[in-house]
Every structure is written in C-alpha cells, then in structure tokens.
C-alpha cells in the first residue's frame, strides 16, 4: 500500500496557535528544543551574552533562519511582552518535502504540478497565491528558507483556509530543488516579463511554475534555472501585475490546458 502523504495543516485550532510570536529566551529555547517548527528566530543586534548563544547555537544545528533587529523592532513585534532580545515565529502550518508533493501528484495520477514561490515577503501575496493554486489543483507550493516569508498565521488567514489543503514545502536551497525537479522529467517555466506570452506556451506534462517578487521578480540564479520563461501581455499604462494576480491568472492556464 503507498503512503499517503497529508498536505500542509494548521497545527491548532485554538487562538494560543495562531499568535504571531514566542517571545523571551526561556520560551525560544524549550520551542527549539521540542522540534516545533519555527519560520525565523529574531535576535536584538549585539545581544550576543548569556542563554543567547545557545539559542543561536541550536538555531544552526536546526537550520533554523537567524534574524537581527534592533530592541525597538522586537518590542513591537513582541507587543509588550519581555522579549529578553528574542522572539521566534512559529509556522502555521507542518511543513511537507518536496518528494511528498511528488508522491501527491502520483497518489492522483496526475502530471506533477507545481508553484514555486521565489522572494515573495508579502504574506498577502504568498496567501494569495496559495489560494489560487488549491483552486487550480496545484499538488504543492515550494518556498525558500530565506528571503522569503514563511508559512505564518498571516498566510493562513490570506489564503482562506486553502493551506489547509496545500502542501508547502520550505527548501534551504530553491536553485537545486530546482534541478532535482528538472532531473525527474518536471518542466520549469518562470514568469518574467521578457518571456513569451503565455497565449502561445503549451504546458505539457509535468510543469513548475515560478513566480517572483513583484518588486525584484525572479532572482538571476533561479532564473538561469527556468527551461521557459513566459509573460502576460500589457495594454495599460502600469507596465506590472500584482505577483498573486499574474500567478493566478498562468496558474488557470495550466489548468486549463491540463484538463
């Protein structure tokens, strides 16, 4: 029997769950300890003394995404409470891998399809597009560890419930998952505007879509990666669409051609 693999879920349901942050040394530590699933850890810059170090020593070990701030920024993030020059966000969601959204695309018998979000810091945006791609029966969402916003309460609300029914999964490196993808057959297409327009793109077979940051796009690196690069044609006078608007509407191409 194959192993079923359950996309990305809230982890709780009470309002203790969806706070924003775990705010203090003591707290940081013990949610370090037991495994939780944490987006980034938020240090106040030059507060390197005492149980610190060994916070940002488990963060190393755990992989875990190291932030520096100044005191000013954690007190409104931690809003009012004893932050001590820590805060940590947990994930809303348990994250999958990316073999787990391959096994998802086998489970339906389908051609994989997935979305690749690349540099997207607005967590509006990343709901967005989630949304958009469980509507599009996208069979997982990658993000990056970094320079990217994690899967937060913030998402959850945006996405309407939709990451949910998503898997999400969070890769140290977007460049390589990249190119294990391509090695398993998956055809890469990445959103820019100096692509082909996607009236005339056949999306055939297994497909990743990558979607940029609306300010800075596709990073270079990434971008070097795509075996296609598609864009949407403009008629206005604003020469830019919203990043969940211009993924949403290539995101219904594919499907539509999928099916």
């Not at 240090?43 to 070990?61: A, M």
């Not at 949304?131 to 990658?142: D, F, L, N, S």
């Not at 940051?213 to 690069?229: A, T, Y």
């Amino acid at each position: 029997m194959e192993k079923q693999f359950r996309p990305a879920r809230f982890k709780d349901k009470n309002e203790e769950a969806q706070s924003s942050y775990i705010v203090g040394r003591n707290a940081v530590l013990e949610a370090i300890r037991s495994g939780r699933e944490l987006d980034f850890v938020m240090v106040q810059k030059g507060e390197l003394k005492g149980s610190i170090n060994q916070i940002l020593s488990l963060c190393r070990k755990n992989n875990i995404v190291i932030k520096e701030a100044e005191a000013g920024k954690l007190s409104d993030l931690s809003q009012g409470g004893v932050h001590q020059g820590v805060i940590a966000q947990p994930a809303a969601v348990t994250y999958s891998s990316v073999e787990d959204i391959l096994q998802i695309a086998k489970n339906r018998n389908e051609a994989p399809f997935i979305v690749i979000a690349d540099q997207i810091e607005d967590p509006h945006n990343l709901g967005a597009i989630i949304r958009t791609a469980e509507a599009c029966g996208v069979h997982g969402v990658i993000i990056p560890k970094r320079r990217s916003v994690g899967a937060n309460a913030t998402v959850y609300k945006t996405s309407a419930g939709a990451l949910s029914h998503m898997a999400v999964a969070r890769v140290t490196n977007l460049t390589e998952t990249i190119k294990e993808l391509k090695e398993k057959g998956v055809w890469v297409y990445g959103a820019d505007a100096k692509g082909e327009s996607y009236c005339g793109m056949k999306f055939d077979g297994a497909v990743a879509l990558v979607i940029g940051s609306e300010g800075r796009g596709i990073s270079d690196l990434v971008l070097k990666q795509c075996d296609f690069l598609v864009s949407l044609f403009m008629r206005g006078k604003v020469n830019s669409l919203n990043a969940s608007v211009a993924g949403g509407i290539l995101m219904y191409e594919i499907a539509r051609q999928r099916l």
